[in-house]
């Protein structure tokens, strides 16, 4: 009996010990993945010499960031923003209000100040309110937020360039960096987020398939 103990545990041991070094190679052996947590720089992508590829690659990366909690909450496909990371509901309960900045007596100006309150918890930026409709990307695909974000029935009456700028300069964009206590950013920088939308534009703006 402790004989045959002993043979199956050297046995189990052999086993263990064969596999490990082939599970290292799997992993050693894997493309570099493109996490959720990681934001690539342009560099990244000009391996890829088609140019319309390489486009559709930087978007795919940038929508890593349209598609986060810190701007979706505010992106919202319903007339209420969302909160958290969970991306819930909205408590208490504010409305959209006739221009985005919430119903009379709740306006998103009563809690939501210029800068962040990380005492009472509130996050706060210029002219805080609530995205346009038309311009949700909660539920969105990649292929779905670029064909809104390019078509200027959609997006503010914008051009590529007015977009690029938006996303560089505009004071809820660069928030999303600095959320305040408790809040987690978007992955990679502001500053990438914006140079990945400029090469994608310098590439032709191509949107992923549908
Ligand atoms: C506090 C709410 C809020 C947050 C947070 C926010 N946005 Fe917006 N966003 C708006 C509002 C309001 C507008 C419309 C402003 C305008 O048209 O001048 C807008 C407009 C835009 C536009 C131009 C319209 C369009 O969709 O083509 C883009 C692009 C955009 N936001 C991207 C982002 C990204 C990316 C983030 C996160 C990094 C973000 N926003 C975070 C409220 C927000
Ligand atoms: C009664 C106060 C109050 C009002 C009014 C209010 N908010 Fe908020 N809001 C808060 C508080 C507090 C939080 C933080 C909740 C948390 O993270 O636990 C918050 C969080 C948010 C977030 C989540 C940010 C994130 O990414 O986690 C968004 C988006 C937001 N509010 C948008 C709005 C908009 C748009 C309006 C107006 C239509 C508005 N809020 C009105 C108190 C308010």
């Known amino acids: 009996m402790a004989v045959l103990l002993r043979t199956s545990a050297a046995v189990a041991i052999a086993l263990v010990a064969s596999a490990l070094p082939y599970a290292l190679s799997q992993v050693r052996a894997a493309p570099t993945p493109s996490s959720a947590a990681e934001l690539r720089d342009p560099s990244h992508f000009i391996g890829i010499a088609d140019a319309p590829t390489r486009s559709v690659a930087l978007f795919e990366e940038a929508v890593k960031v349209f598609q986060h909690p810190r701007c979706v909450n505010c992106h919202s496909a319903s007339d209420q923003p ?8 909205h408590q208490p309960l504010v409305v959209r209000g006739a221009d985005g900045t919430g119903a009379p007596g709740m306006a998103c100006g009563t ?6 309150a990380d005492a009472a918890r509130t996050p706060g930026a210029p002219r805080w309110q609530l995205a346009p409709a038309s311009t949700a990307l909660e539920g969105r695909s990649a292929a779905q937020i670029c064909a809104q974000i ?19 300069t505009d004071d809820l964009v660069i928030w999303a ?34």
């Open 111 to 116: 809690c939501h100040g210029a800068a962040n």
């Open 82 to 89: 969302r909160q958290t990371d969970r991306m819930r509901p």
């Open 177 to 210: 960096w600095l959320p305040g206590a408790g809040r987690a950013p978007p992955p990679g920088t502001s500053t990438t987020f914006a140079a990945l939308m400029r090469a994608w534009a310098e590439t032709g703006a191509h949107c992923p398939p549908s």
């Open 150 to 168: 390019k078509d200027p029935a959609r997006n503010g009456n914008r051009d590529i360039a007015a977009i690029l700028d938006h996303v560089a």
